[in-house]
């Protein structure tokens, strides 16, 4: 499962739903298609790092 990886001074998260769960996606295009979309978006400013990576699962960088 691929993921939003954010990094932001050293510290790593990772896009979260509504749910407050990881918002994970079958594969790595799907996940590039929507980092692509939130980047695109006015209502969201990136002062930090973000990339698709494949989800490690908690506790985990």
Same mark, same amino acid.
């Given at each position: 499962?691929?993921?939003?990886?954010?990094?932001?001074?050293?510290?790593?998260?990772?896009?979260?739903? $509504?749910?407050? #769960?990881?918002?994970?996606?079958?594969?790595? !295009?799907?996940? @590039?298609?929507?980092?692509?979309?939130? $980047?695109?978006? #006015?209502?969201?400013?990136?002062?930090?790092? !973000?990339?698709? @990576?494949?989800?490690?699962?908690?506790? $985990?960088?």
């Amino acid at each position: 499962m691929y993921g939003i990886k954010v990094t932001s001074n050293g510290i790593v998260g990772w896009i979260v739903g $509504k749910d407050a #769960d990881i918002w994970l996606f079958k594969d790595k !295009a799907s996940a @590039a298609a929507e980092l692509k979309r939130l $980047k695109s978006d #006015d209502r969201y400013s990136w002062n930090c790092e !973000a990339v698709v @990576a494949e989800f490690p699962g908690w506790g $985990k960088k």
